[in-house]
Nanobody, 128 residues
């Protein structure tokens, strides 16, 4: 079992920054890949970013590339999402997710059904 708890969401003006955190507990954190997803009202959950167990490889949706940075601290069992130059279209509930089934903690997929544990989500609202 893995428990994930997100924090750091809030209201920010366009062009501002936020840093989301996701604290993990349960199974050995350093053994699996992690991802961030988001879901706006009326939309499907979409991929934002993912990171391998080592942190050496990262992946981003085109819509956030160059603005968002995913990172992890395996000693603290935490994954982060630094969000800069925020836009109103970034408004959504942001979820972190763990893929504990992938071999050697690689990022196998950017689709939500590839992740087997999810946090409760944190709201990010960007005003124009």
């Amino acid at each position: 079992q893995v428990q994930l708890v997100e924090s750091g969401g809030g209201l920010v003006q366009a062009g501002g920054s936020l840093r989301l955190s996701c604290a993990a507990s349960g199974r050995t954190f350093r053994m699996y890949a992690m991802g961030w997803f988001r879901q706006a009202p009326g939309n499907e959950r979409e991929f934002v970013a993912a990171i391998t167990w080592s942190g050496r490889s990262t992946y981003y949706a085109d819509s956030v590339k160059g603005r968002f940075t995913i990172s992890r601290d395996n000693a603290e069992n935490t994954v982060y999402l630094q969000m800069n130059s925020l836009k109103p279209e970034d408004t959504a509930v942001y979820y972190c997710a763990a893929d504990t089934r992938g071999p050697l903690g690689v990022v196998r997929t950017t689709t939500p059904n590839g992740y087997d544990y999810w946090g409760q989500g944190t709201q990010v609202t960007v005003s124009s």
